[in-house]
Structure formats: structure tokens, C-alpha cells
């Protein structure tokens, strides 16, 4: 059993398109990141929380403590969002990894 | 540019010989976190340093080990490799605090090492 899974794993949409990547875990964690690798295999931190809402752009993470579960969406999506995105939750001394869901955007 | 570097980029050697990856961490930032990602294992997280001492041991095989330097850059020494050793290693860093509570990690470039 994963301690993180993500949903779904690949995602072709046009762009314009709504997005919506979730994130559900089974551990205990106090934050839950999401992170996107770009093609050329960067990997750079979208979003660090822990509890509501956060946004940034045309990006927004939302988390469910109590529920253990993590959305985050891409409004307005744009061929450059192309990517993978992970979500990680850390738990004690280790960090549990998604998947992955890699993301096409087609113009 | 996260401010994190990596070196090398690209390393190529044989089974049984033994690396190192270098990281520098963004100035200032006292934590340094090494990560492995490989095509059939994902993401996985290697062992985590604050302020020169061992603060958080993920997956580390003991082939590995690690430490964090008193002017704050890390190297990652892999040995006896493996074919299976072949991934991207990334570092990265963030502020740091005593508590150990969570932090935005920024990511170097990563290094990537093929065992031939």
C-alpha cells in the first residue's frame, strides 16, 4: 500500500481547460507540498501547506487535514503547465512521494 | 534558478566504483535534503541535514552516506554502485529551524549518474 496516492496519473487537457490533480495519504503529516518537475527534470515548490487554502497565479492548493486529502488546481490552463506534479508528505523522519501525475496541456 | 548547485551534472562510471555529489545550498539556508528519483522507484528521500548534524534518515542505503561541511555544502557519497544505482540525485535546501517544523525546500538542478 502507498502512503500517498495520486489521482489521476496522466492528464491530457486543451488549453483554457480547469485542472484538477488530488492527493490522498494515510499518514499522520503536519504540511503537504506539491512540486512540479518540468520536462528537462527540474524540480521546483509550488505549494507548502498545511491547513485552507493557499494560491498562487493561476494556481491553488487546498488540504484536508482531517480528511487527509490535497487538491490542486490549474485554472486557465496553459501548454507551459505541462509538467509533472508531485505531492509529498513528510511524516517523522521520512517523506512519502506521489507517483506523479504528468500533465499535458494542448494548445 | 533556485540558488541551489549541483555538481557534477552528469556522471558516467563502472559497478563497484564510488562517487561524489557535490551540493551548495542557497545562502543562508542551514538544511540540506538529498533525494534519489529513479524511473521505477519515483521520488525518494535520502537523509536530511541542519546545521552540520544528521537531522531526518530516509531511504539511505548504507553503500551511502553523507555529510553537511561547517561553511553548510553537502556531499553525497555513493559506493560498491550498482546498475540499479543509475538515477537523477537531487538536493535541496531550505532556511532551517530548530524545531524541525516544515519549510518551501528549493531544488538544485540535480545530478545525473549512470552505472554502466
Known amino acids: 500500500k502507498n502512503e500517498v496516492e495520486q489521482s489521476p496519473q496522466n492528464l491530457t487537457a486543451q488549453e483554457g481547460e480547469f485542472i484538477t490533480i488530488n492527493c490522498s495519504y494515510s499518514v499522520g503529516i503536519s504540511a503537504l507540498h506539491w512540486l512540479q518537475q518540468h520536462p528537462g527534470g527540474g524540480i521546483v515548490s509550488l505549494f507548502m501547506?498545511?491547513?485552507g487554502k493557499k494560491k498562487h497565479g493561476r494556481l491553488i492548493a487546498t488540504i484536508n487535514i482531517q480528511e487527509k486529502h490535497s487538491s490542486l488546481h490549474i485554472t486557465a490552463s496553459h501548454p507551459r503547465d505541462s509538467a509533472v506534479y508531485i505531492c509529498a508528505a513528510p511524516t517523522g523522519n521520512q517523506f512519502y512521494f506521489g507517483t506523479g501525475t504528468s500533465l499535458t496541456v494542448i494548445p | 534558478d533556485s540558488g541551489v548547485t549541483q555538481t557534477p551534472k552528469h556522471l558516467i562510471t563502472a559497478t563497484g566504483q564510488r562517487v561524489t555529489l557535490r551540493c551548495s545550498p542557497r545562502s543562508g539556508d542551514l538544511s540540506v535534503y538529498w533525494y534519489q528519483q529513479s524511473l521505477d522507484q519515483g521520488l525518494q528521500f535520502l537523509i536530511q541535514?541542519?546545521?552540520?548534524?544528521?537531522?531526518a534518515k530516509g531511504n539511505i542505503l548504507e553503500r551511502f552516506s553523507a555529510q553537511q561541511f561547517p561553511d553548510l555544502h553537502s556531499e553525497l557519497n555513493l559506493s560498491s554502485l550498482e546498475l540499479g544505482d543509475s538515477a537523477l540525485y537531487f538536493c535541496a535546501s531550505s532556511v532551517g529551524n530548530r524545531r524541525g517544523d516544515q519549510e518551501t525546500q528549493y531544488f538544485g538542478p540535480g545530478t545525473r549518474l549512470l552505472v554502466l
Open positions: 501547506l498545511s491547513s
Open positions: 541535514y541542519y546545521n552540520g548534524e544528521e537531522r
